[in-house]
């Protein structure tokens, strides 16, 4: 199949991604490497060129004015006339069967209305809350889960800069999420917040994605190690502060254990508590920040840790990181929130704790330092199970039926 990807970003062409990029990647190669054409449109790369990646850079205005100032533009008016003529112009060169949009957002809705204008279906993969809330986690600010969506109560959640443009944020969301022929989730339950949101049900389907390649390859080494691993944003969503205010009553149990910190990214105000907190409970040898990694120096990483902590604050639809420890077989502490207990069965596959109680993750790590046997144990059953669910072979045929339906539904609407 003729297949072209969308991202504003991705790994070896630019120095800006994350787990969604990496998700772009994983499905791209999973689709290549059975014989499909993935074309990819990007961003004008910032960070060299990926060996064997058929890319097609599109400019936008913040090759004009900056990412900072496209940034306020495109929560303001989601829609770049300079990413539109680009996208058009190679999407009538490439003539893909399927446009596959992926983390899309500085590249705004303008490459769907290129695709919809030459009447290529259009299917879109969310692995966030992006389409549903402009913090992208459904947490309003007394940190419960919102149910409202997009609309003027926004305003209280945003910073003062961003109040103003996000008054017409559900206009555009509601005129555009409609246009496209088929939505990948991740999760039935973001599956389930779409449908209420709106968004037909028909056209909402559910897929995992794929595993991190050479998972055969990967082996664990001194797995007996008191280390504890955490990835993600330095930002409280992702929950490190839960990890800090744990650490003083897991050293009071295991005296010689640490943390190494891997920041995907990180928010200066975010980070900046994070180390002052580390120096008020004197745990500054406890912790060690190892900046942005790549993807095989955090399989090094995880094939070397003791233990993952995973203390989300959001419900999460897929975690990526938790699912790729639970692949090399690492024990798993992580938050009873939103899709993860389905992934985590308390006891069995892992350990869950309230997202806000410090006391119970602490429990939770301390239980597999001092029992390592039943630690193992869980580690062997998350491998089994995740490998089940994230089989290649499935996961490829259920996204080329996504595809199909997609071709169908579009025939139908015109």
Not at 158 to 179: D, G, T
Not at 236 to 258: N, Q, T, Y
Not at 375 to 401: K, N, T, W, Y
Request: glycine share 8%.
């Amino acid at each position: 199949m003729d297949v072209c990807f969308a991202s504003t970003f991705y790994p070896g062409l630019h120095r800006n991604w994350g787990g969604a990029e990496v998700a772009c990647q994983r499905l791209r190669n999973l689709l290549v490497a059975r014989g499909h054409r993935v074309a990819l449109l990007t961003s004008v790369p910032d960070n060299g060129h990926a060996s064997g990646t058929d890319f097609h850079p599109l400019r936008t205005w913040a090759d004009f004015i900056g990412r900072r100032g496209a940034m306020a533009l495109d929560e303001a008016v989601p829609f770049d006339p300079w990413a539109y003529r680009s996208a058009a112009r190679l999407l009538d060169e490439l003539r893909p069967e399927v446009l596959h949009l992926h983390s899309f957002k500085e590249l705004t809705f303008s490459v769907l209305a290129a695709a919809r204008s030459r009447k290529i279906p259009v299917v879109f993969s969310l692995y966030d809350l992006w389409a549903l809330c402009p913090q992208s986690n459904l947490l309003h600010r007394r940190g419960g889960v919102c149910t409202r969506y997009m609309g003027l109560r926004c305003i209280l959640c945003v910073v003062p800069p961003r109040k103003p443009l996000v008054l017409f944020r559900r206009w555009f969301f509601s005129r555009f999420l409609p246009l496209m022929d088929g939505l990948i989730v991740l999760s039935h339950s973001v599956r389930h917040h779409l449908v209420r949101f709106g968004v037909p049900g028909e056209k909402v389907r559910v897929c995992p994605l794929p595993l991190f390649e050479g998972l055969d390859q990967l082996s664990r080494e001194n797995s007996a190690s008191h280390t504890i691993l955490f990835v993600g944003w330095m930002i409280r969503p992702k929950g490190l502060h839960v990890l800090i205010e744990a650490m003083p009553r897991v050293l009071a149990h295991v005296p010689d254990a640490k943390v190494w910190v891997v920041e995907t990214g990180a928010k200066a105000q975010h980070k900046a508590e994070f180390l002052r907190r580390i120096r008020e409970l004197r745990l500054e040898g406890r912790f060690e920040f190892l900046g942005k990694r790549s993807q095989d120096e955090i399989r090094r990483l995880l094939s070397r840790a003791g233990a993952v902590a995973v203390p989300e604050q959001w419900p999460i639809a897929w975690p990526t990181f938790c699912t790729e420890a639970m692949a090399c077989g690492v024990p798993v502490a992580a938050s009873r929130i939103g899709d993860i207990p389905w992934f985590i069965r308390d006891g069995e596959t892992g350990r869950l704790f309230d997202p806000h109680s410090p006391e119970e993750l602490a429990e939770c790590l301390v239980s597999f330092f001092q029992e390592p046997e039943a630690a193992r144990a869980m580690g062997r059953r998350a491998r089994e199970f995740i490998l089940g669910v994230c089989d290649p072979d499935g996961i490829a045929s259920r996204l080329i039926e996504c595809y199909r339906e997609a071709q169908d539904g579009a025939r139908e609407s015109e």
